[in-house]
């Protein structure tokens, strides 16, 4: 790959993007290879976590390639949104945790791809936002839907229309990440917290992804109704009968994925 890192390490998988001179821009090619990266990731078993991070001092990801953007004719562009589109549903659907660990600038495309993970853990030097508008367009890669699932229609219209970022206390104050770290912590502690959702019991991880995921889109009704199938899935499985043993054995579980 080109445009990525890609580190292993026990149960958890480190993916960089590694294009610090452009400040870490999603041009096609790097789309391409997050596509083939996730699908590896998704399907290996060993790995049960994963962290998503920018090289460098400065950004996450500093948005989609403008300079591939400045090219688009309409058909193209839709299909360009429809592409990245499918990519952070691939992400946000992985059925395994991926955390971003927000370095820098999350802008645009940056912030699409850092709100498809499932947690964001920030430094304190993270600019966050989507300043599409600045270019003329609207943020193209779920950003208008998925910024108001998560911190609101009223804060999401400011930040888009406004183009403005956030910095990283207010990002943690809305809820558009869940933690802030000082910058030289910020690998280690994604790295700690991946590694500690990667001892818990895979299928119902899993399942918690889907039912939050698939129900908050649906009516209550039909997200119990989720919760109440994927319960029942849970309690079909080894972990389970794993973990509750070990609760009344007073000892640790340890879950196999079975
Ligand atoms: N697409 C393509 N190239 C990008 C990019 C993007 N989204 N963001 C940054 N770059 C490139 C710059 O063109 C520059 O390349 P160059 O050295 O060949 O000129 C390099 O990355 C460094 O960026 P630069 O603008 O010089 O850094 P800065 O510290 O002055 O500013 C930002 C940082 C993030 C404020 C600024 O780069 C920026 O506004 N980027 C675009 C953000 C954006 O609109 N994202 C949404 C895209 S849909």
């Known amino acids: 790959m080109n445009n990525l890192l890609l580190e292993i390490s026990d149960a958890v998988a480190t993916v960089t993007v590694n294009r610090p001179d452009k400040l870490n821009a999603l041009n096609r090619e790097t789309v391409s290879e997050l596509f083939e990266v996730f699908a590896r990731l998704g399907a290996d078993d060993s790995v049960r976590a994963i962290v998503l991070t920018g090289a460098g001092e400065k950004a996450f990801v500093a948005g989609a390639d403008i300079t591939e953007i400045n090219q688009l004719k309409p058909v193209d562009a839709t299909e360009f949104g429809r592409r990245g589109q499918r990519l952070m549903s691939t992400i946000e659907n992985l059925g395994k945790p991926v955390i971003a660990a927000v370095n820098g600038f999350a802008l645009g495309g940056g912030c699409e791809l850092a709100m498809a993970c499932t947690l964001r853990i920030a430094s304190e030097s993270a600019r966050i936002g989507l300043p599409e508008i600045n ?124």
């Not at 998925?146 to 910095?167: F, I, N, Q």
């Not at 790295?191 to 500690?196: D, E, F, T, V």
């Not at 119902?204 to 919760?227: F, Q």
């Open 135 to 258: 270019l003329g367009i609207l943020p193209g890669y779920g950003g208008t839907q998925r910024l108001p699932r998560l911190v609101g229609k009223g804060l999401a219209l400011e930040m888009a229309l406004s183009g403005k970022p956030v910095d990283a206390a207010r990002a943690y104050e809305i809820g558009l990440v869940n933690r802030v770290v000082e910058g030289d912590e910020l690998l280690a502690q994604a790295g700690k917290l991946a590694a500690s959702l990667a001892g818990n019991a895979p299928i119902a991880t899993r399942h918690i992804l889907r039912a939050i995921n698939e129900g908050t889109e649906s009516s209550l009704e039909r997200g119990l109704d989720i919760e109440a199938q994927l319960f029942g899935l849970c309690c079909s499985t080894d972990d389970m009968v794993e973990g509750t043993s070990a609760f009344m054995e007073k000892r640790k579980p340890s879950f196999t994925g079975r």
